[in-house]
């Protein structure tokens, strides 16, 4: 499984599975499968109304989200991200690439009821940016691809405080209380799977535990999703509160599935929408908004944010990067992607034209950043790869 676990195969995988959504949702086919998709499936017992979509989007992708809080929360303790000086930089360039985003499409839809997609152009897709790093970024150094790890990891936890905090409708309080509850029963259980917990000394069997995380995080899924909190939001709190060791073992099992099932399906998913048949000048402020931000103010605001950031670090002798390696780390931000892709799905709930339209414009958006990105990080490693061989001794010349 290792290929399944490659940068590039996740990242090409994702596209693969957007550009068929898109393609598909535009055939003679398309309606009928949109029709299927969007056809809800009630389980009455369960107090349950979700459509094939809604599975995907508020189920299948908190497994992506687990992985992602376990891979922060790693950062956190003995990572990247552990200490002032190493988090310092990141952070700087990250609030950077979410202020100026958003800044950018609330002055191209001032004026209009569309400000609340604020949201969509601020995130960066991990495993796509990583992926177009790991492509054309042959020769860079690893203290680039450490820095966009730590933005990205910095940044999808801005998303998922935005996602908890405005797309939370009619809060259910004592459904939150049962889901704090169960969490915290799983996180207590997760610590009897360390190699120095007496339960794992006895060497006792581990599958009544594995069975216990199981029935706990389904559970925790099921009351996170009743408390009116977006149910991806489950994810990253089991992630977070699962010990570290079990966490980074659970992380190895699940992230091929994460990257070869979860991903795709939520791409093929988000991207089936029809291309609407309407002038240039009749689509939404909010296309032009996210279509602009995303690649251009990622660009700008990572940039701007992680120059100031590298100045401080040097002045307090921290971890800083040249502007030319902050510049790469700022192109391949604007792959916004995944969470741009829910982001969007979740600010203009209601609104099917104009959450199509947002969908395109992540597409649209994020391919832009690719494109740029792969320039930019093909120079950066050519003049990587140049000043590496200039460093090289040359050969002895032959009697």
């Known amino acids: 499984m290792s290929f399944i676990r490659s940068e590039r195969f996740a990242a090409g995988l994702l596209l693969l599975a957007a550009v068929i959504g898109l393609v598909v949702a535009n055939t003679p086919l398309g309606q009928a499968l949109l029709d299927v998709a969007d056809q809800h499936r009630p389980i009455g017992f369960l107090s349950l109304d979700l459509s094939l979509r809604h599975w995907i989007s508020d189920g299948l992708l908190a497994v992506f989200f687990f992985v992602v809080a376990v891979e922060l929360k790693r950062e956190l303790v003995i990572g990247d991200l552990n200490t002032l000086g190493k988090a310092a930089l990141p952070a700087l360039a990250a609030l950077g690439g ?53 933005l990205a990891v910095l940044d999808d936890l801005v ?35 360390g190699p120095r917990s007496a339960w794992v000394l006895n060497r006792r069997r581990q599958w009544p535990l594995v069975l216990a995380l199981i029935v706990l995080a389904l559970l925790t899924w099921y009351f996170t999703y009743q408390s009116g909190v977006h149910a991806t939001i489950a994810g990253v709190v089991l992630g977070l509160v699962m010990s570290r ?82 510049v790469v780390v700022a192109a391949l931000g604007g792959v916004g992607f995944t969470v741009s892709l829910l ?43 140049r000043a590496h061989a200039a460093l090289r001794p040359a050969a002895p010349a032959s009697v």
């Open 98 to 150: 979410v202020a100026v985003p958003a800044c950018v499409y609330l002055v191209i839809t001032a004026g209009t009821p569309l400000s609340g997609g604020w949201p969509v152009p601020t995130a960066t897709d991990i495993a796509f940016a990583v992926g177009v790093l790991a492509v054309f970024g042959r020769g860079i150094p690893t203290r680039v691809r450490v820095f966009l790890l730590a």
């Open 159 to 193: 998303a998922i405080l935005i996602i908890a905090f405005f797309f939370t409708q009619d809060a259910q309080l004592q459904f939150i209380g049962f889901a704090a509850i169960t969490a915290t029963v799983f996180g207590m259980v997760s610590r009897l799977l």
């Open 343 to 385: 982001m969007s799905e979740l600010a203009f709930a209601g609104n099917d034209t104009v959450a199509d339209e947002g969908t395109l414009a992540v597409l649209l958006g994020s391919g832009v950043a690719i494109l740029v990105s792969a320039v930019v990080v093909s120079m950066r490693a050519a003049a990587y790869r």
């Open 245 to 326: 060791i079990p966490g980074g073992r659970a992380r190895n099992i699940i992230e091929p599935y994460s990257n070869a099932v979860v991903l795709p399906l939520f791409a093929f998913s988000a991207a089936m929408v029809t291309i609407p048949q309407v002038r240039i000048d009749e689509i939404s402020p909010a296309f032009w908004g996210i279509l602009v931000g995303l690649p251009v103010g990622k660009l700008v605001g990572i940039t701007l944010a992680g120059s100031l950031g590298s100045w401080i670090s040097r002045r307090r002798s921290w971890p800083a990067l040249d502007l030319a390696d902050i």
